[in-house]
């Protein structure tokens, strides 16, 4: 049995070790799938570290939070078309009723760099969760205000806590998921952020009209307790770090507050106020500027600060930051131009105006998912400078506007407005988040909702200033026309003579007159509207101008986009 076992004993060697060596052939010889397309086939720790499994939780989870986004933005426009309903339904001057936006607006900028801290800190589910009730719970006090003071705390709080949910999201959107799914996220979160503001006036007209102005909050509550509850169910995306709880950067903190509100208030106040001259826009000012100077000093000095600044250092952002100005003032600027002359000029109600400002809506939506295609394959330098151009013509168009323009004369400028900033902004954000190390996205993220809103701020103020200067220059221009010696003024007004005194007027030549001015009045209005649009295609004019200066832009994880679309993090 020994001399037989010995024969036996090799030859299973044999077969064992030509088994081995088949075993190996083929794994040299089987293909490793690139992590973006497919799971690795070996247990490979590196490829399974850079490819996170999706779970359909967190889809679930960054869906509900993507309609708090986009509740959260859209309660800034959605009482634009509606605010003299307000101001009736409270009693309240036309200068208090402003406040229900500027409230809002000065709350949420404040919030939106410290919702970058409380993310780290606390876990994004945490800190959204506690944005959403907070927005919420005040969403409803504001639905039941009875006095203008009431309206005005509760809205400030409300834009506090709508203000986490922004940046939360944003950051979630490059965090959460993985590289191949990337275009997808900021397509679906660009596209929220810019049509949120674009559809308020619509969606805000259409509830004043069908219910009440009181609705314009209490829609809020059923979709916020089902988000509340969805991502408490399912939002386990990250975790805190705790010890971002030990030396807390108060001085940052609150001179970050004092510095934005205050810079708000300044841009709100200062155009209704002749600025420097009113002592409450002055104190504003200096306050502001004093509250800057040590917040800039003390975030890049302090171990752990409320914002981090260093993000600017990088030459990707820091551009993509100046492109977001700009798109912030043209979104903006453009929703407050548009409902401000359809109402003032055109004479048109809440309902109307709305349905006006559906074409940009439209566009934008329509637009989404082809920039985040285009995003895919061509330079994002080109997709950017394309979408500005795009933007700055649709600007341009409006400089022909007449006091009879409407849905049908404004719906191709608004289709290129919308289409161009939604193709401009998709790669932008892109190439200013991606280029980011993960460390720094949520800190990021607030910084660049942050620069959004205040060039939106700059842009309303900007242009409130620019309405009055112009509406005064154009008004004296014409009228400089009007001479006694002027035969075709002459016969215009011996006509609106005639025909007051037919319609039994008492002093028909003193109406005449005061048609004359009326007409006046509203050209040089109108003329003044087409200045603020050129004055917004010169800007995305520069923006396009800008994308030159970015170079080749490479991620973290790698090129974002085929082609020429690398751009190096610096």
């Known amino acids: 049995m020994t001399a037989l076992e010995s024969p036996l004993e090799d030859e299973n060697r044999h077969r064992m070790r030509a088994r081995m060596l088949r075993v190996l052939r083929l794994r040299e010889q089987m293909p490793v799938a690139p992590s973006e397309d497919r799971p690795a086939l070996l247990n490979d720790a590196t490829s399974a570290q850079a490819e996170p499994v999706v779970k359909i939780g967190h889809i679930i ?7 708090g986004m986009f509740m959260a933005i859209l309660d800034i426009q959605i009482v634009a078309a509606s605010l003299p309903q ?41 800190t959204f969760v506690m944005a959403a009730i907070g927005f919420t719970g005040f969403s409803v006090l504001a639905g039941l205000a009875q006095s203008m003071d009431q309206m005005i705390l509760a809205r400030t709080f409300q834009g506090f806590f709508g203000g986490a949910l922004i940046p939360t999201v944003f950051a979630l959107a490059f965090t959460a998921f993985p590289e191949r799914h990337r275009t997808l996220t900021t397509v679906v979160v660009s596209l929220i952020a810019t049509l949120a503001p674009t559809i308020g006036p619509t969606i805000g007209g259409y509830i004043t009209e069908a219910a009440s102005w009181h609705w314009l909050f209490f829609v809020n509550v059923i979709p916020g307790i089902a988000i509340v509850l969805i991502v408490l169910r399912f939002g386990d995306f990250d975790k805190g770090d705790p010890r971002l709880s030990r030396g807390i950067d108060w001085l940052g903190l609150v001179t970050m507050a004092i510095f934005l509100g205050c810079l708000q208030f300044f841009l709100e106040e200062g155009p209704r106020n002749d600025w420097f001259d009113d002592r409450a826009v002055l104190l504003a000012a200096s306050a502001s500027a004093i509250g800057c100077v040590i917040f800039l000093w003390r975030s890049l000095n302090y171990s752990n600060p409320i914002v981090d600044l260093k993000a600017f250092g990088n030459t990707s952002f820091a551009i993509g930051s100046a492109l977001q100005l700009i798109v912030g003032a043209g979104l903006y600027g453009s929703v407050f131009l548009r409902p401000l002359f359809l109402a003032e000029v055109r004479q048109l109600g809440a309902l109307d105006i709305g349905v006006v400002m559906l074409a940009t809506g439209l566009a934008m939506f329509v637009a989404a998912p082809i920039a985040g295609k285009l995003s895919d394959r061509i330079d994002p330098r080109l997709q950017m400078a394309g979408g500005m151009l795009l933007a700055a013509w649709g600007f341009q168009d409006m400089a022909h506007l007449t006091p009879q323009w409407g849905f049908a004369e404004m719906f191709w400028p608004q289709i290129w407005t919308g289409a161009g900033i939604m193709i401009a902004m998709i790669p932008a954000t892109r190439v200013s988040m991606a280029s980011l190390p993960p460390e720094r996205i949520k800190s990021a993220s607030s910084l660049f909702q942050l620069v ?45 003579a005639f025909r007051d005194a037919q319609l039994g007027i008492a002093d028909p030549e003193s109406g005449a007159l005061q048609q004359l001015t009326g007409i006046l009045a509203r050209d040089a209005s109108t003329m003044a509207f087409a200045d603020g649009f050129i004055v917004l295609g010169y800007a995305f004019a520069l923006g396009a101008i800008l994308t030159l200066a970015i170079g080749r832009v490479r991620t973290s994880s790698g090129p974002i986009s085929a082609g020429n679309a690398a751009v190096s993090g610096h």
């Open 61 to 67: 989870a960054f869906i509900a939070m993507v309609v």
């Open 86 to 126: 307000i101001q009736a339904g409270l009693a309240a001057s036309r200068e208090e009723v402003s406040w229900v936006q500027t409230s809002y607006l000065i709350a949420e900028v404040v919030m939106i760099p410290l919702a970058g801290y409380l993310s780290r800190w606390l876990g994004s589910r945490p």
């Open 452 to 496: 959004r809103n205040i060039g939106g701020a700059m842009a309303l103020a900007g242009l409130v200033q620019l309405l009055s200067d112009r509406t005064d220059f154009h008004r004296l221009r014409l009228s400089e026309g009007i001479a006694p010696d002027n035969l075709a003024v002459t016969n215009f007004l011996e006509t609106l």
